[in-house]
């Protein structure tokens, strides 16, 4: 059982408004944000409870910026599917984690813009045109994802590497 003590509360706030920071900043390439890169290397690192809490924070607060609307339930949804498996992928001994991080985040690129097209496609029409007309959103998204999780692995696991040793609870992976 993971227990949430202040420091890990402090930790997942940060980690969620670097994530709404960085979306907010990259919102003129559709797609292309570091939220999931963030999601994914925390429940690596931390585990698939912290991974959905920073995905249930950061798609609320960055989505009262963007525009909220019926997409951020499934957006939410969504990530927090990533960051459930990038948690279980952490209890998995990879060599050279960052390589596989970063191949696992540009398949969930692929994965959050499906989980999305499933989840709006009832209003929106027919799910196969839907889907296929994202195809290239989700290639953004998957790149992008590549690309911060290549740039911010090394930052973020130098930050847990020192969380986890400074804590007074020993790292649980939950």
């Known amino acids: 059982m993971i227990t949430m003590n202040v420091h890990r509360i402090s930790l997942i706030a940060v980690l969620a408004a670097l994530a709404v920071v960085g979306r907010f900043a990259f919102q003129f390439i559709p797609n292309f944000q570091p939220v999931s890169a963030i999601i994914i ?66 398949f969930a690129g ?26 290239i959103f989700d290639t953004n998204h998957a790149v992008g994802n590549g690309i911060f999780t290549v740039l911010l692995f090394p930052i973020l696991q130098r930050l847990f590497k020192q969380y986890l040793s400074n804590s007074s609870i020993k790292h649980t992976n939950i």
Request: charged share 5%; aromatic share 18%; proline share 4%.
């Open 41 to 106: 290397i925390t429940g690596f690192m931390l585990g698939p409870v912290s991974a959905i809490f920073i995905a249930i924070v950061s798609t609320y607060l960055s989505n009262l910026i963007l525009g909220m609307g019926l997409w951020t339930i499934w957006q939410i949804i969504a990530w927090s599917i990533i960051g459930l498996i990038s948690g279980l992928l952490g209890k998995v001994s990879l060599p050279k984690p960052i390589i596989w991080l970063t191949i696992y985040s540009v």
């Open 110 to 135: 692929y994965l959050y813009g499906f989980l999305i097209s499933v989840g709006t496609f009832s209003y929106a029409g027919e799910f196969l045109p839907y889907y296929l007309a994202g195809l």
